[in-house]
């Protein structure tokens, strides 16, 4: 079996390991690693562009933008279900 797979990571930090599914088991999962709940996060510095921009481009949002005491969210979901927090921190005091 041929395996595929590709790294991503940030120039220092964590890595993010993606590999193609090798098995049936393995497809099933795919978009409910996390049991339906979020486990991405992005980050943003102008939540408001970074949403429009997404919405114009398809990206499918699961709620509206809300506020919340660490800063604006709203939860999409990528392509293959699993879902992500879109996030502009509150600024630091």
Known sequence: MLERWAVVAP???????????????????????????????????DFADTHARFTAAGVTFLESPRTEPYGTVAVFSDPFGNRWDLIEPKALA
Not at 30 to 38: A, D, E, K, P, Y
């Open 11 to 45: 120039q220092q930090g964590a890595a993010l390991l993606l590999a193609k599914a090798a098995d049936e088991a393995q497809r099933a999962a795919i978009g409910n690693q996390s049991g339906g709940r979020v486990s991405f996060f992005l980050h943003t510095d």
